[in-house]
């Protein structure tokens, strides 16, 4: 018996199949891709901007929707504060995030800086509106002559 070849239906073949895994890669890739793009716009929704004393204080004076959180220790805070300023101390920081309004941008302050920073790291993808780490701390706010508020 003799089979003959059909070289062109082979060929169809081969196309018919390339070109079908050919889709489904793409498919795939798009597929992954807006899988991705939710998880980023999820993680990025919040970003922290440094901000120094000045910027911070014409901040607070020009926009009504600030919270300022301060959180270093309660003894700290009672030595000296920034008027208005939420005590949420730095350990106390993940029990109490729903004391910390969403709606409102929140001005984080410590002594120095370093705790601030990591608290807004902490905060980032908490769902807040706007973060600013006040660079230097109460520290710095006062050297430049800003006002607090001491017993």
């Not at 895994?21 to 999820?42: D, Y």
């Not at 020009?62 to 005590?87: G, P, Q, W």
């Not at 995030?97 to 929140?106: E, G, H, L, R, S």
Request: proline share 4%.
């Amino acid at each position: 018996m003799i089979v003959k070849r059909n070289p062109q239906w082979i060929n169809i073949a081969i196309l018919t199949v390339g070109t079908i895994l050919f889709s489904n890669v793409v498919a795939g890739i798009f597929i992954v891709e807006r899988l991705h793009a939710g998880e980023k716009q999820l993680k990025t929704q919040t970003e922290v901007n440094n901000i120094s004393p000045k910027q911070a204080k014409e901040l607070m004076d020009k926009a009504k929707d600030v919270f300022v959180l301060d959180v270093r220790t309660e003894e700290e805070y009672k030595e000296v504060h920034i008027k208005d300023a939420h005590l949420i101390p730095i350990k106390e920081l993940e029990q109490n995030i729903n004391k910390i309004p969403k709606d409102k941008k929140v001005v984080v302050h410590c002594a120095a800086g370093k705790r601030s920073a990591r608290a807004c790291e902490a905060l980032k993808d908490k769902g807040l509106k706007e973060l600013y780490n006040l660079e230097g701390g109460i520290n710095k706010w006062q050297a430049e002559g800003y006002p607090v508020e001491k017993p």
